[in-house]
């Protein structure tokens, strides 16, 4: 079946603009989280959504960043005003459900969004 | 807090080689920690993962990682590299209900 895809895979955009990046999940899969991985680091984690909500969001840098799950699939990462830190591959998950207690569902990660901001 | 360190940015081995790549944490609780690989222009998979059950655990592709709690260690091996081997691989840990950690990463390159 489809895996978690994210659009578009390349994004360059000026300093002080507004960009949105996509994440469609895989069908059925009711967590989704958002990572950055900046060059030659690990990713790191942004955000977590349970369903709609968002149940984490305590990886985001500032409030330039902001996302969305409105009808609890597909999921966009919004970044207001951008800054050349702001330079990154953001990675998208899903799992069948958050990881609790002793529960671990795989997250799969789509290809990543490369945001250069120049 | 829980965290990890990789121990070498790049390794790089013949092909047919053992593959060994280093993975440390620090946890405050019983750890869960993952080995991801990723190939380039890919998104992560994950290679294993342990979850306090058997210590030494197997994973796809013909790798295998032992957990030692005694050195706070989760390395990564393979006991013949081959070519398509040749990817970045993250060592993670579950932090809190949601969250991986990451390591920074190790490139790995296969010689011919």
């Known amino acids: 079946g489809a895996g978690v895809s994210q659009t578009p895979s390349n994004k360059v955009t000026e300093k002080g603009k507004y960009v949105e990046l996509r994440c469609d999940p895989i069908?059925?899969?009711?967590?989704l989280y958002w990572y950055r991985q900046s060059l030659g680091q690990g990713p790191e984690f942004l955000i977590y959504?349970?369903?709609?909500?968002?149940?984490?969001d305590s990886g985001l840098p500032n409030d330039r960043f902001f996302a969305v799950r409105p009808e609890g699939s597909v999921s966009t990462l919004k970044i207001q005003r951008t800054e050349r830190g702001d330079s990154a591959v953001y990675l998208c998950?899903?799992?069948?459900?958050?990881?609790?207690?002793?529960?671990?569902?795989?997250?799969?990660f789509g290809p990543g969004t490369r945001l250069t901001v120049l | 807090a829980q965290s990890v360190t990789q121990l070498g940015s790049h390794v790089s081995v013949s092909e047919g080689a053992l593959v060994l790549l280093r993975c440390n944490y620090s946890?405050?609780?019983?750890?869960?920690l993952f080995w991801y690989v990723q190939y380039p222009n890919q998104g992560l998979q994950l290679l294993l993962k342990y979850t306090s059950a058997a210590t030494l655990v197997k994973g796809i592709n013909g790798f295998e990682a032992e957990f030692k709690k005694s050195e706070t260690s989760f390395h990564l091996t393979k006991p013949s590299a081959h070519m398509s081997d040749a990817a970045e691989y993250f060592c993670?840990?579950?932090?809190?209900?949601?969250?991986?950690?990451f390591g920074q990463g190790t490139r790995l390159t296969i010689n011919p």
């Open positions: 959504f349970q369903g709609t909500g968002a149940a984490d």
């Open positions: 069908s059925g899969h009711t967590a």
């Open positions: 946890s405050s609780v019983p750890p869960y």
């Open positions: 998950a899903s799992s069948s459900r958050g990881m609790s207690g002793g529960a671990y569902n795989e997250q799969f």
């Open positions: 993670a840990v579950r932090k809190g209900a949601q969250k991986l950690v």
